[in-house]
């Protein structure tokens, strides 16, 4: 007998990777940007003053950036399974263990060096692991990945900071809960659900003419592109990862220095604590539709058109917070940033990967990330030198918003058409078509 229904093919795995990424993301950053929360706890128990626990934050964010290339080694290399997984449990001790600090030095290792080290090599699956999954939407999956990280400074932060008021002020107990999520949420589903790539589970990438979802592929054939590299090194003899990497140093400078500095400078400009901090929650939340939105985008009119808006559009906020420092101002700014902030980050990791290929796309995100990094020291190094010497955060946010256009340039100049494989085998095909 035949039957006319049509089974359902099952869901791409894929999927489910993508989910696991997604959430890694949410706590990863959840946990990380809580760190702003514990400042005044901390500080009022051990007696230290804001410079001295700042340093432990701007240690931690350097020595995730300079792990990062390293990491992204052993990615290629031993695979994003083991990376992942030994990541996030590490992670998870080190922020449960922050509940027992007594000291500096004890914050400064496992904050600073452990927690920060684990959280780069865990971050890794947003961009390099994602790319192995996904050919066809591959900037839309990645900016989904991303943009876990807003929802988690979103939720986890002011689940944190409720926490830590409805527990008395016990910060102990705040660091230790925000560990156990990581422990007994994160590292299970990544166990279930992260593969190195699909051929671990007998499947081809998404979009693949050969793979196991049909039709609408961005590539029918699959061929070698121009600059696609074997070995990380090879790539740095082509201006494609140059543009990029300069790109993304500028992103840095342009997103932590806000990240510290923005609540003090709307303070300053008169607006009270809580919209501050408002104004800024709802920032993080439009990296949300930023983040979806741009990997759309790309996906539809090239990666690095859409990156060089971003970052004009970035520059375009600083313009408005400068012209108008006041609530309106910092609005501006809010939707600007907001729409901008993550969307650079999945369109860098997305171009990476079409213009050098995914065998040493961990190692060339890592290098772009430390770049990111750099930049993002600096920022916050500028912004706390100027405000003391000046009295104003004006001539900061000046240096750093005017570097975004040279920023938008150089990603515009990218010359993707003629070294992504996107293209490339868009051509491919059409010439085995005239043959």
């Known amino acids: 007998m035949t039957s006319n229904q049509t ?3 099952p869901l791409y795995f894929g999927w489910y990777v993508l989910a696991a990424v997604t959430f890694i993301a949410f706590v990863n950053a959840g946990s990380r940007s809580a760190f702003g929360i514990f400042v005044i706890p901390m500080s009022t128990e051990f007696g230290w003053n804001r410079f001295t626990i700042s340093v432990v934050a701007a240690i931690g964010a350097i020595v995730g950036g300079v792990a990062q290339p390293f990491l992204g080694y052993a990615f290629d290399r031993i695979g994003a399974r083991k990376v992942i997984l030994t990541s996030l449990i590490t992670l998870g001790l080190a922020i449960t263990v922050l509940g027992i600090t007594f000291n500096f030095i004890f914050l400064l290792i496992v904050f ?67 560990g156990i999520i990581i422990l007994v949420l994160a590292v299970p589903m990544a166990f279930l659900f992260i593969r190195d790539d699909p051929s ?51 992103c840095g400078f342009t997103t932590l220095i806000m990240s510290v500095h923005f609540v003090p400078y709307a303070i300053d400009v008169g607006v009270s604590p809580n919209v501050a901090a408002t104004i800024f929650g709802v920032m993080m939340g439009l990296n949300v539709l930023g983040g979806l939105g741009s990997g759309v985008l790309a ?29 309106l101002g910092l609005w501006i700014f809010a939707a600007f940033g907001g729409f901008s902030w993550i969307a650079t980050v999945s369109l860098t990791n997305t171009l990476t990967a079409d213009v050098y290929g995914l065998r040493s796309l961990g190692t060339l995100s890592g290098i772009t990330f430390f770049c990111h990094q750099i930049g993002g020291l600096l920022g916050v190094l500028l912004g706390g030198y100027f405000y003391d010497l000046t009295g104003s955060y004006t001539l900061p946010f000046a240096i750093v918003g005017s570097m975004l256009f040279p920023a938008a340039l150089s990603a515009f100049t990218i010359k993707e058409r003629k070294y992504s494989t996107r293209y490339q085998t868009r051509l491919a095909t059409v010439a085995n078509a005239g043959n």
Do not use: H
């Open 112 to 178: 600073g060096f452990v927690a920060s080290i684990s959280n780069s090599g865990a971050a890794l699956g947003r961009g390099a692991l994602l790319s192995r999954w996904f050919i066809r939407k591959r900037a839309t999956v990645v900016s989904i990945g991303a943009v876990g990280t807003s929802i988690g400074s979103l939720v986890l932060v002011p689940f944190a900071m409720y926490l830590l008021q409805a527990t008395g002020g016990n910060w102990r107990i705040t660091w230790a809960a925000l």
């Open 7 to 9: 089974t359902r093919p």
């Open 200 to 250: 671990k589970v007998g499947l081809k990438p998404y979009g693949d003419a050969d793979g196991s979802e049909k039709g609408g592929s961005d590539r029918s054939v699959v061929s070698r592109g121009p600059l696609e590299v074997d070995n990380w090194s090879e790539s740095f003899r082509s201006p494609p990862v140059w543009q990029m990497s300069g790109s993304f140093f500028v």
């Open 299 to 327: 996906d539809r009119f090239g990666r690095k058109n859409v990156l060089a808006a971003a970052y004009l559009i970035r520059g375009c906020g600083y313009i408005a917070l400068l012209l108008a420092p006041s609530t």
